[in-house]
């Protein structure tokens, strides 16, 4: 989305993660997506992808933010709500947890501060889109998809309306068609 946004044409490859392509592991061993390689640089981080489409161009300002707040969101999602997430998501590769404390967790962790600060302003950090909105809205997006009746049950509508509002987008929609497979 961050790419999109900033006007960046880039050639998007699908990859099947069962069975990853020996380019995209010369590029990037760790073998994880996304990768963007930019000539002898190799990004392989959503967030350090994101923080170059904005250096390069970032039309409405969603760079113009407190780092700090922005930081702990950050601190966040990739840390305990990513792996809550995908406990909750694979909760047959993980028969031993709970999963009612796993939700619980995400409740407490991300859910229903996200909630509150979206109670109080339009975006998680004011009433200007930024790039921590763009970072966490696709496991929130995730998280939200798992168990679509549980997830409306829960008592949190701004969160929804932001959810909502993403899901809705231009932005979005611009993105989410499906390409080939890339296989070489």
């Known amino acids: 989305m961050a790419l999109k946004y900033a006007g960046i044409q880039v050639e998007h490859r699908e990859i099947e993660l069962r069975n990853k392509p020996k380019s995209m592991l010369m590029a990037s061993p760790k073998g994880t997506v996304p990768v963007l390689i930019l000539g002898d640089v190799v990004l392989d981080q959503s967030i350090e992808i994101m923080r170059w489409a904005l250096q390069t161009s970032d039309p409405d300002n969603w760079g113009g933010i407190d780092e700090d707040a922005a930081q702990i969101w950050i601190e966040k999602n990739d840390c305990a709500f990513k792996t809550l997430l995908d406990q909750y ?19 407490a962790l991300m859910l229903k501060p996200m909630n509150d600060a979206l109670e109080a302003r339009q975006y998680l950090l004011g009433n200007q889109q930024s790039w921590i909105d763009v970072a966490i ?3 929130v997006r995730q998280f939200s998809m798992v168990n679509r009746d549980w997830f409306d049950q829960l008592p949190f509508p701004a969160l929804k309306r932001w959810l909502a509002n993403y899901l809705q987008s231009e932005l979005f929609n611009a993105v989410m068609h499906k390409h080939p497979t890339w296989t070489v």
């Open 137 to 139: 809205f696709p496991f």
């Open 89 to 107: 998501k694979y909760s047959n590769r993980n028969p031993h947890l709970n999963q009612g404390e796993i939700l619980d967790a995400a409740i």
